[in-house]
């Protein structure tokens, strides 16, 4: 009954290691901490290139493609000679960029405009503003070459009715008119330019900044005008036109292509900076060794104290082999250090304490045993140490071997 708890408590242990501390110490391990900063800042590169990389096509965007439509109003200057005007273009137009340029005219149906008949446009594109003169003072002055960049001239008229075809419309039209919904007024598109476009060079040089409109007509009356307008509108082809009319496409398909170049280089460049650069060399850390225990100091007994032959104290740490009497077997000395000692001396040395064993192993006569008893004289006196390899075992070796020189052998 004792061994089920025991079982289910083992059980529940093994299963809570395996479920919860090995994965823990996965978890937390260093390779795995390790793991974790690269992601982390794999992660924060990769969103921080991806709004660069959105930020780089809005940028191409706004520098690539150039406005669509531009719109300027001409106001027409009315002096001795023809109507002209002049209107400012500032930066809007690009080289390499073909243009649509159309007058937008606003005439009233006077008898003097129906009378001047055919008249013609003059629209030129300039390099700069042109220079102030009498007919046109309120140009103002700059000091920059004036450069015609391209002209052309159109003509246009007023659209034709006769007296009777005239006098109905007016008739049937003659509540709007009334009302203010409609006016006697006619507007005129005249397209000047077609796919108008530009050279690359010349230092911004090629690219007008201004243009000016001259109205030439040949009635002997003035021409009136209610509002005399110009648009341009740029004509995409290739890149632009799809950039332009797919917009979500394009940011999408560029900021992606952006995005990827640009974390392939900057693992590119990791992957180099780690291959040839010396990585750092780790800081010198505590190093925890082990303390060697003191030498033991062997001390001698007192004489005062009383002899005790089970301590160990006195003994020596070193392995020893002593001789026996007979044919008997050697006795081994194990030293306080356990046996470990005695398997580390040096194979030399324990092959000449072998030749020593022999020698001293002889079987000696029986009148040779009461010798043994002058080797005892130590054991008295309660000092328990062999001295074997000292100066105190030579020194016994020597005076035995001559105790037994002066003492005949008996004769059996």
Same mark, same amino acid.
């Given at each position: 009954m004792s061994l089920l708890p025991t079982r289910l408590k083992l059980l529940l242990r093994q299963t809570f290691d395996s479920v919860v501390v090995v994965p823990w110490e996965i978890a937390t391990s260093r390779t795995a901490q390790k793991a974790y900063a690269g992601t982390v800042l794999l992660v924060?590169?990769?969103?921080?290139?991806?709004?660069?990389?959105?930020?780089?096509?809005?940028?191409f965007y706004w520098g690539f493609v150039p406005q669509v439509g531009v719109e300027r109003v001409v106001f027409l200057q009315f002096g001795d000679g023809n109507p002209h005007g002049t209107a400012s273009l500032d930066s809007t137009l690009t080289t390499l960029q073909p243009y649509d340029i159309t007058l937008h005219l606003h005439l009233p149906r006077t008898p003097s405009n129906l009378a001047a008949g055919n008249f013609m446009l003059t629209l030129s594109l300039l390099s700069a503003l042109p220079s102030p003169t009498k007919d046109n003072p309120l140009i103002p002055s700059t000091p920059k070459p004036q450069k015609i960049l391209a002209q052309s001239r159109r003509p246009a008229i007023l659209t034709y009715s006769s007296a009777i075809v005239d006098a109905a419309s007016t008739l049937t039209g003659l509540p709007w008119y009334v009302l203010g919904w409609k006016s006697e007024s006619e507007v005129l598109e005249v397209p000047m330019f077609e796919g108008v476009e530009f050279p690359r060079g010349g230092g911004g040089g090629n690219v007008p900044r201004s243009l %000016?409109?001259?109205?030439?007509?040949?009635?002997?009356?003035?021409?009136?005008?209610?509002?005399?307008?110009?648009?341009?509108?740029? +004509?995409? #082809? #290739?890149?632009?036109?799809?950039?332009?009319?797919? +917009?979500?496409?394009?940011f999408l398909l560029f900021t992606s292509v952006f995005w990827t170049s640009s974390m392939l280089s900057a693992l590119l460049a990791w992957f180099i900076l780690s291959t040839y650069l010396p990585s750092p060399e780790p800081t010198p850390t505590a190093v925890t060794k082990k303390e060697e225990a003191p030498a033991a100091i062997k001390t001698e007994p007192s004489e005062s104290e009383p002899y005790e032959p089970y301590l160990t104290e006195g003994l020596s740490d070193t392995s020893r082999i002593?001789?026996?009497?007979? +044919?008997?077997?050697?006795?081994?000395?194990?030293?306080?250090?356990? #046996?470990? +000692?005695?398997?580390?001396?040096?194979?030399?040395?324990?092959?000449?304490?072998? %030749?020593?064993? *022999?020698?001293?192993?002889?079987?000696?006569?029986?009148?040779?045993?009461?010798?043994?008893?002058?080797?005892?004289? #130590?054991?008295?006196?309660?000092?328990?140490?062999?001295?074997?390899?000292?100066?105190?075992?030579?020194?016994?070796?020597?005076? *035995?071997? *001559?105790?037994?020189?002066?003492?005949?052998?008996?004769?059996?």
């Open positions: 924060a590169a990769a969103v921080g290139l991806l709004f660069v990389s959105a930020g780089a096509y809005l940028v %000016e409109l001259v109205v030439e007509s040949g009635g002997e009356g003035k021409m009136q005008f209610y509002e005399v307008g110009v648009r341009i509108v740029a +004509r995409f #082809g #290739g890149l632009r036109w799809i950039m332009y009319h797919h +917009r979500i496409v394009s002593f001789p026996a009497l007979g +044919r008997l077997k050697p006795l081994q000395f194990t030293g306080r250090g356990g #046996g470990d +000692r005695g398997r580390e001396e040096d194979p030399v040395k324990k092959e000449e304490e072998e %030749e020593v064993l *022999q020698t001293t192993s002889v079987v000696q006569p029986l009148g040779a045993e009461a010798d043994d008893e002058d080797d005892d004289f #130590g054991v008295a006196s309660g000092f328990k140490d062999s001295g074997i390899g000292t100066s105190l075992d030579e020194a016994q070796r020597t005076a *035995q071997a *001559q105790q037994r020189r002066r003492k005949p052998s008996a004769v059996w």
